[in-house]
C-alpha cells in the first residue's frame, strides 16, 4: 500500500508568486492534515479535513493560504502571494476515518521544502 | 511558552548507552505520539499512547497522564538511532471524531557516536 505522497518535494519561487502544493493521502483515508515547520519552529498545524470538508483551519496564518479538497482524495495548499516568511517545509499527513474513537494514528507524507527568495 | 515541551533540545550519546527524552505538556489530551525524523528524511511515528507504556524493540514510551508527562527511552543505543525526536499530542476539543489536530514539541536532535 503506498503511504502518504507529497508534490513537490522542493519548491523554491520568488516572492510575489504563486505556488501549490499537492498531497496525496493513503488510500481511504477520509481524514487529511496540513503542517508546516517554520525554520527552527515547531511543526504547527494548518488544517484538517475530513473527506472534503474543512473539520478545522484555526492554523491557516491568513488569507493567502487556500487549501482544497474536492472530491475527497487528494488536497491541493496554495500560497498566493507568497512571502518570505512562508518558507519552510509544509508536511501532510492522514488518518482513517474512526467513528466512535477519540485518537488515530496519523501517517506522514515526506513534506515539501518550500522556498520564497 | 510552547504548550508541548521537550528536554534536551540537544543529546550527544556514545553507542551503547541508555537514552531519555523527555516531553512535558499543558494542555488537555487524549493520546500522544512519539515521532522520529532521520536527517532528510520523512517524519514516522514510533508510538502513540494514551497510558502506561509500551515498548517496540529498543524502544519503550511512557505516560502519565496525571502528570502530563512522557518519556521516550532507547535501550543500547546505536549511531542508526540518530535522528530529531518528537513529541507531539492529540489537543482533542470535541469528541466523536472531530478535530484532532496534533500539537508538536520542538524535538530533540539525538546523535549517536560509535
Known amino acids: 500500500e503506498a503511504g502518504v505522497t507529497q508534490f513537490p518535494s522542493h519548491s523554491v519561487i520568488e516572492k510575489g508568486q504563486t505556488v501549490t502544493l499537492r498531497c496525496d493521502p493513503i488510500?481511504?483515508?477520509?481524514?487529511l492534515y496540513w503542517y508546516r515547520r517554520v525554520m527552527g519552529k515547531e511543526i504547527k498545524f494548518l488544517l484538517h479535513?475530513?473527506?472534503?470538508?474543512?473539520?478545522?483551519e484555526s492554523g491557516m496564518p491568513n488569507n493567502r493560504f487556500l487549501a482544497e479538497r474536492t472530491g475527497g482524495t487528494y488536497s491541493t495548499l496554495k500560497v498566493q502571494p507568497a512571502e518570505l516568511e512562508d518558507s519552510g517545509v509544509y508536511f501532510c499527513a492522514s488518518s482513517q476515518d474512526t467513528a466512535g474513537r477519540m485518537h488515530y494514528e496519523q501517517y506522514f507524507g515526506p513534506g515539501t521544502r518550500l522556498t520564497v527568495t | 511558552k510552547n504548550e508541548v515541551e521537550q528536554s534536551p533540545q540537544n543529546l550527544t550519546a556514545q553507542e551503547g548507552e541508555f537514552i531519555t527524552i523527555n516531553c512535558s505538556y499543558s494542555?488537555?489530551?487524549?493520546?500522544l505520539h512519539w515521532l522520529q525524523q532521520h536527517p532528510g528524511g520523512g517524519i514516522v511515528s514510533l508510538f502513540m499512547?494514551?497510558?502506561g507504556k509500551k515498548k517496540h524493540g529498543r524502544l519503550i514510551a511512557t505516560i502519565n497522564i496525571q502528570e502530563k508527562h512522557s518519556s521516550l527511552h532507547i535501550t543500547a543505543s546505536h549511531p542508526r538511532d540518530s535522528a530529531v525526536y518528537i513529541c507531539a499530542v492529540h489537543h482533542t476539543q470535541n469528541y466523536g471524531g472531530a478535530t484532532n489536530k496534533l500539537i508538536f514539541g520542538t524535538g530533540t536532535l539525538l546523535a549517536v557516536q560509535p
Open positions: 488510500s481511504g483515508h477520509d481524514n
Open positions: 494542555v488537555g489530551i487524549s493520546a
Open positions: 499512547l494514551s497510558s
Open positions: 479535513f475530513v473527506k472534503e470538508s474543512k473539520q478545522d
